[in-house]
């Protein structure tokens, strides 16, 4: 029997996000190119056949080559719910670009239409594929840092001109408000937050958030749109030192607590709590993180076992949106609010 053909995967959107997508759909042996939808066109040259360049849905899915396994829903967030709708009642499984959708009630909405249609959903969270912060999490949960006190976030760089329809919270802080929860072993069950508007816009763009798990542990993001120079950071605190993720260079680092013991002097070793000792970077397998996103995707569909690692479920992604809107409503109301 011959094997089975990799899926058809389209791209809808083809913005900043979606060209990535379509990249790596007609270049990655695991997955076979069905088309791109884009309204606006192919303005980044990403499809390199233009017949397989659609103006909407309703034409990618009467397309010859018959409808898409799957697709890439790479349109504006506010779009996510009639995008993801139509493809779903169509039989087609949705990767859909985080977050899943502007607000809780949007995102159950795409979530009912994936499960009355019976395809596969999933939000593509796609820090959680970065080899950082993979390798970070396994080492937290193999116990290189013993108790977790912390997880930390920061998340800050110029502005992207053509976000227009959520602020900073929605659409920057949803990938550290996932990895929180993803890092930190339970979901988030408060948060205190504040934010600013220093460009004029309708929204926030800029959001300082402490808050703590389910489990007790602390955490907080610092995320913007307003300084001069791009950093992406993660850290992790634990008693027996720190892990930091740098997941622009996808680089992880170790910075152990010292064994330098203080003999017989037990104020002395209160006094000086927590010692400097060796820090170690990592050598790591790199892979471009949408790519392992997509292969896990693929294989989701196919039901590989074990297919779901890199996956993000759409109730991830909803819990997600609702710590987002917790977030705005903190820094509205200037309480600590719970979920
Ligand atoms: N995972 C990540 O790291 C990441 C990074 C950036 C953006 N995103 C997400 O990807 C999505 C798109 O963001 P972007 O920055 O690429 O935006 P973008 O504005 O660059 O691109 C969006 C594209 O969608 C097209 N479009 C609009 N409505 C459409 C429709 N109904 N059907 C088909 N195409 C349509 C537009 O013409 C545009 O080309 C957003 O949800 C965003 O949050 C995720």
């Not at 990249?23 to 695991?30: E, F, M, T």
């Not at 997880?151 to 949803?174: H, M, N, Q, S, Y």
């Not at 990592?282 to 993180?289: D, I, K, Q, T, W």
Request: with cysteine; charged share 25%.
């Amino acid at each position: 029997m011959a094997p089975p053909q990799p899926p058809r995967g389209a791209v809808v959107g083809l913005g900043m996000m979606g060209r990535h997508h379509a990249r790596i759909l007609q270049s990655n042996p695991k997955m076979r190119f069905a088309g791109a939808v884009d309204p606006g066109g192919d303005r980044f040259g990403a499809v390199r056949d233009g017949a397989l360049l659609y103006a909407s849905v309703d034409e990618l899915l009467s397309a010859p080559g018959g409808a898409p396994d799957f697709a890439v829903i790479a349109v504006p967030t506010e779009e996510h719910v009639p995008t993801a709708r139509a493809l779903a009642e169509a039989g087609v499984h949705v990767l859909v670009e985080k977050p899943l959708a502007a607000t809780v009630e949007e995102a159950r909405v795409v979530i009912d239409a994936v499960r009355a249609a019976g395809v596969h959903g999933a939000v593509g969270h796609v820090e959680r594929c970065n080899p950082a912060l993979r390798a970070l999490r396994e080492r937290v949960q193999d116990g290189q840092i013993g108790e977790v006190y912390l997880v930390a976030t920061e998340r800050v760089g110029p502005f992207p001109d053509r976000i227009r329809d959520v602020g900073v919270v929605k659409d920057l802080a949803t990938h550290d408000l996932d990895l929180v929860r993803w890092l930190g072993g339970a979901p988030i069950e408060r948060v205190a937050a504040q934010t600013q508007h220093r460009m004029g816009r309708e929204h926030e763009d800029l959001v300082l958030v402490t808050g703590r798990l389910g489990n007790g542990r602390a955490f907080n993001a610092m995320v913007d749109w307003l300084t001069p120079t791009k950093v992406r950071r993660t850290r992790v605190l634990g008693e027996g030192g720190m892990l930091v993720a740098d997941t622009l260079n996808a680089d992880l680092y170790f910075y152990a607590n010292a064994h330098v013991p203080t003999v017989g002097w037990p104020e002395a070793a209160a006094r000086r709590g927590v010692a400097e000792g060796d820090m170690t970077r990592y050598a790591l397998e790199r892979r471009e993180p949408l790519a392992v996103e997509l292969e896990a995707f693929c294989a989701l569909i196919a039901g590989e076992d074990g297919a779901t690692g890199g996956v993000v479920s759409l109730d991830e992604g909803l819990e997600t949106v609702a710590v987002a809107e917790a977030v705005l409503e903190s820094a509205r109301s200037g309480e600590t609010c719970a979920l």
